[in-house]
């Protein structure tokens, strides 16, 4: 299957610093990414729709200048956590799925775990 | 309402048992369906894809839809321990433009 690749696998940072996470398509361009969240024990929440060459969607209660999102090629997406505070702790998972196949599957990359001090 | 329901579980089993994972979804126009396999603090990885009614055998997992009743279901035989996980179900309508996840039902599958 395709492989989506993410970058940092987990980082801590203190309060009122930015985090910038890389989503990368390693064997496939993808024109559209999908961003989501999970808290522990809670299912996978989206946040927003990362479009290649235009603004992101996002997704209702999800603020737009907190979670800075940009797809500048095909292969990557960048979703910057702004001002982090402990609230936005959380696991981030990004996903495509491979346009030229069109089934549909979402693969996902590798998650980045957030801590925020 | 919720896009996708599923049972949190957990859902206990023994080892060789038969799992039975279920999951209902409110949207008629909804096209594809998948079940992933989620471990504890991993992403979640593709375990079955179902887009007609009936059923869908790979291996020791089967995935069963069925349209009219809104209803798709994850079989796997043989359990073993290592099946232990979060098993999600996702459904999207025909341009995959959106993906809904349910809540995820934890299986445990005992030794």
């Known amino acids: 299957g395709a492989v989506v690749s993410q970058h940092p696998s987990w980082v801590i940072c203190k309060s009122g610093t930015s985090v910038k996470i890389e989503c990368r398509s390693l064997d496939f361009q993808a024109t559209t990414m999908f961003w989501y969240r999970q808290f522990p024990k809670q299912s996978l929440m989206l946040m927003a729709t990362s479009n290649e060459g235009s603004k992101a969607t996002y997704e209702q209660g999800v603020e737009k200048d907190k979670f800075l999102i940009n797809h500048a090629s095909l292969t990557l997406s960048t979703l910057t956590v702004t001002s982090a505070h402990p609230e936005d702790s959380s696991f981030y998972i990004c996903?495509?799925?491979?346009?030229?196949?069109?089934?549909?599957?979402?693969?996902f990359g590798e998650g980045s775990r957030l801590t925020v001090l | 309402q919720k896009e996708v329901e599923q049972n949190s579980g957990p859902l206990s089993v023994p080892e060789g048992a038969i799992a039975s994972l279920n999951c209902t979804y409110s949207d008629r126009v909804s096209q594809s369906f998948f079940w992933y396999r989620q471990y504890s603090g991993k992403s979640p990885e593709l375990i079955m894809s179902?887009?007609?009614?009936g059923d869908k055998e790979d291996g020791r997992f089967t995935a069963q839809l069925n349209k009219a009743s809104q209803y798709v279901s994850l079989l796997i035989r043989d359990s073993q321990p290592s099946d232990s996980a979060t098993y999600l179900c996702?459904?999207?309508?025909?341009?995959?433009?959106?993906?809904?996840f349910g809540s995820g039902t934890k299986l445990n599958v005992k030794p």
């Open positions: 179902i887009y007609s009614n």
């Open positions: 996903s495509a799925r491979d346009p030229v196949v069109n089934t549909g599957e979402l693969f």
């Open positions: 996702a459904v999207t309508p025909y341009n995959f433009n959106k993906f809904y």
